[in-house]
């Protein structure tokens, strides 16, 4: 099977700008999962999808968003981007039957920069 | 709320020698998983081993096993036999409804 894939993998964007990630499962998983990591704050969860529901979210301010569509690919929206925002953003995707105690596998990652 | 330490920013190992890290959890939940994940420099994280808070038996995959001591909330994962390709970033994480991260483990292996 192919594994977690993320686009793009590298972003560079102004302070004011808003972006956009993708993060298609593994087939057949039902559920992903955001992640922001920062040598700061470590690794951070974002929120959960699935089935194109929000099923968990994590404590981030609103400008950051997310969307699941029918064929479980996900997108993650960050608006009006600050430079703390800057971070590698990672992507897991799981068959969702158990919730979050199912194994998760994780993509590539998104390094955003934000200048 | 659920939290989980590594107290050892860094750990270091000569190849072929067996290595151990520490992680510690704070949980009231009685069911629920945790994980080690390896973090190399490509950034990608990789499941090393999964163990579920119910089993008293400790997992193990290959090279990899942990020491899970439910009742003292520690998980700790031991490295047999090291290999130059066992450098990277460790994190052990918890979970219920979602994954909780340690702060990780930077582990180095000297030929």
Do not use: C, H, K
């Given at each position: 099977k192919a594994g977690v894939t993320q686009t793009p993998r590298y972003l560079i964007k102004t302070r004011g700008q808003q972006v956009t990630l993708s993060c298609s499962p593994i087939s057949g998983h039902r559920s992903v999962s955001w992640y922001q990591q920062t040598p700061g704050q470590g690794l951070q969860f974002l929120f959960e999808y699935f089935s194109e529901t929000q099923r968990n979210k994590g404590?981030?301010?609103?400008?950051f968003s997310g969307r699941q569509f029918s064929n479980s690919r996900s997108e993650m929206n960050v608006s009006?981007?600050?430079?703390?925002?800057s971070a590698l953003y990672l992507c897991a995707s799981s068959s969702g039957v158990a919730g979050a105690t199912d194994t998760q596998y994780f993509g590539p990652g998104t390094r955003l920069t934000v200048l | 709320a659920q939290t989980v330490t590594q107290s050892q920013p860094e750990m270091s190992v000569q190849e072929a020698e067996t290595v151990t890290l520490s992680c510690t959890y704070d949980t009231s939940e009685s069911d629920y998983y945790l994980f080690w994940y390896k973090q190399p420099p490509s950034r990608q994280m990789i499941l090393v081993i999964r163990q579920e808070a119910y089993k008293q038996q400790n997992a193990t995959e290959n090279r990899f096993s942990v020491n899970f001591q439910k009742a003292a909330k520690s998980f700790s994962l031991k490295i047999s036999d090291?290999?130059?390709?066992?450098?990277a970033m460790y994190f052990c994480a918890y979970s219920t409804d979602k994954l909780i991260f340690g702060t990780g483990t930077r582990l180095q292996v000297f030929p």
């Open positions: 404590n981030f301010p609103g400008r009006t981007l600050e430079l703390g925002d | 090291s290999q130059l390709g066992d450098a």
